[in-house]
């Protein structure tokens, strides 16, 4: 088992132009997609897959990310938004229970075609069978920061947190670790254990 504790693109554009387009190269490097294998390490036997923020949109309450990647040269992706309103999940070295878990505090939409590839990249690397695309409802996790400070995603910082999915039906039950890396903009799924890999692809498919 892993341990536990282990803007709108217009302002961009702006930006880029008031710079003399200085950072063209900088912006182009950066949203440069990756394979999302390519940091998997085989000794830790964990699949662990990172994802480069495309786009983001800000709403009163959250942020959402376009997150896409490679597989196989082909290009997958999906749609994560993320509450804006989780306080820190540990406090002085503790786990704080009180008001850290957040429902419905992350939650996963298709983008479409590049969705269902998503799914077939992630169902074969966790060794699970299925046919399916994802899912065209929203998949909604109980969210729980691994932070020792409030998570603010207007910063250029590093948030993790674990997810919970399908808390009241114990044959979809399932955890999975999200990484947000502001400064470099990815997002990283991170596998909490190999048993939640057919509950995983079974919530995003259903």
Same mark, same amino acid.
């Given at each position: 088992?892993?341990?536990?504790?282990?803007?709108?693109?217009?302002?961009?554009?702006?930006?880029?132009?008031?710079?003399?387009?200085?950072?063209?190269?900088?912006?182009?490097?950066?949203?440069?997609?990756?394979?999302?294998?390519?940091?998997?390490?085989?000794?830790?036997?964990?699949?662990?897959?990172?994802?480069?923020?495309?786009?983001?949109?800000?709403?009163?309450? #959250?942020?959402? +990310?376009?997150? *896409?990647?490679?597989?196989?040269?082909?290009?997958?992706? $999906?749609?994560? /938004?993320?509450?804006? @309103?989780?306080?820190?999940?540990?406090?002085?070295?503790?786990?704080?229970?009180?008001?850290?878990?957040?429902?419905?505090?992350?939650?996963?939409?298709?983008?479409?075609?590049?969705?269902?590839?998503?799914?077939?990249?992630?169902?074969?690397?966790?060794?699970?069978?299925?046919?399916?695309?994802?899912?065209?409802?929203?998949?909604?996790?109980?969210?729980?920061?691994?932070?020792?400070?409030?998570?603010?995603?207007?910063? #250029?910082?590093? +948030?993790?947190? *674990?997810?919970?999915?399908?808390?009241?039906?114990?044959? $979809?039950?399932? /955890?999975?670790?999200? @990484?947000?890396?502001?400064?470099?903009?990815?997002?990283?799924?991170?596998?909490?254990?190999?048993?939640?890999?057919?509950?995983?692809?079974?919530?995003?498919?259903?």
């Amino acid at each position: 088992m892993k341990k536990q504790i282990t803007y709108p693109l217009f302002f961009s554009f702006l930006f880029m132009l008031g710079c003399g387009n200085t950072n063209k190269p900088q912006q182009a490097a950066l949203m440069q997609l990756q394979d999302i294998t390519q940091r998997i390490d085989p000794e830790e036997g964990f699949i662990d897959v990172f994802l480069k923020i495309t786009d983001e949109t800000k709403t009163d309450t #959250s942020h959402i +990310y376009l997150a *896409k990647g490679l597989y196989k040269d082909k290009t997958i992706g $999906l749609a994560i /938004e993320v509450n804006a @309103n989780i306080p820190a999940g540990i406090v002085d070295g503790d786990i704080s229970a009180e008001g850290s878990f957040i429902p419905n505090g992350v939650k996963l939409s298709s983008i479409g075609a590049e969705s269902d590839t998503f799914i077939q990249a992630l169902a074969e690397l966790y060794g699970v069978a299925t046919t399916k695309g994802f899912t065209k409802d929203p998949v909604y996790a109980t969210a729980f920061s691994l932070n020792e400070m409030p998570v603010d995603l207007n910063q #250029s910082e590093y +948030y993790r947190l *674990k997810l919970f999915f399908e808390e009241d039906q114990e044959e $979809l039950y399932s /955890e999975l670790f999200l @990484n947000i890396d502001l400064a470099d903009r990815e997002l990283e799924l991170s596998e909490k254990d190999h048993d939640y890999r057919r509950p995983l692809i079974d919530v995003m498919t259903k």
